[in-house]
């Protein structure tokens, strides 16, 4: 009988928050309070969940966080104003802009705008032409999570083939660039490819980031796959549910994330160490 191994964000989130107690503390004997500026446009779910839970975890390992909460009427010029702002203020040293945005505002723009060393979300087209070119300054939080619950469960990417589901800016693509400077080899498949699934059987490391309750089905898998879900939907029955269908998926494979208590922990974990990070320089 072989048993499947939980991959725990929880448990990881947890520990890396305990390191990052004793850096702020350094810090700030030094006179430093680590920051973090927030910034939420109208009222999107997925975002108002993770303001939620960040803002506790912030303040539990000695992170201040701003919040500017702003109406969903909000201009594109308001926005880059405050981001100007931001960008000049020494005593802040992340920048993180929740999206989506209203659709009045151009998300490439705001990006763009911000500061490039105080980008916690490396969503900077410099700091993502960083990552494509294997030198990476500031890494998009959910996939440098990712990484990290790989390699503290010994999963060596490196010579597997790797098969991410979705193409997202967020997720998609920067996973596919970290698993390939891991020496992965990969594939990306999305909304229009053909004959997905086949691909997905083929995976030694499947990344799930497409956005649909419960896509993956046990037919979709081999055995002994390590599964990564980063999907965050509710059901019909207003549970929290990912991309893979854990109950069919989970005896198949080898190592799997759970939903909630995976990749969203662990998201949050890494967008306060890069803002440690930050604080450090
Ligand atoms: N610029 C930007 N960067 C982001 O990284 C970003 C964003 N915008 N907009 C919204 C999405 C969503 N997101 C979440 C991260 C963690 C949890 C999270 O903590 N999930 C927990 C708890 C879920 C719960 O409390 O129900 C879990 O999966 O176990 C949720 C949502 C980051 N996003």
Redesign the pocket.
Known sequence: MMMTEILDG?ALSHKIRQQLKQRTARLRERGIVPALAVILVGTDS??Q??VR?KHRAAAEVGLATHDFKLPETTTEEELLALIAKLNVDPSIHGI????PLPPQIDSAKITAEIDPSKDV?G?HPLNVGQLFLNNPQSLP??PHGIMRLLAEHQIDVAGKHAVVVGRSN?VGRPIAALLLNADATVTVTHSKTANLRELTRQADILIVAIGRAEFIKAADVKPGVVVVDVG?NRNAAGK?VGDVDFTEVEPIAEAITP???????M??ALLLEQTVKFAER
């Open positions: 929880r997925a975002s969940i993770y839970n993180l802009v929740q999206l979300d969503f939080c959910t967020i965050m929290l939903v909630p208590g995976g990749v969203g922990p998201t949050i």
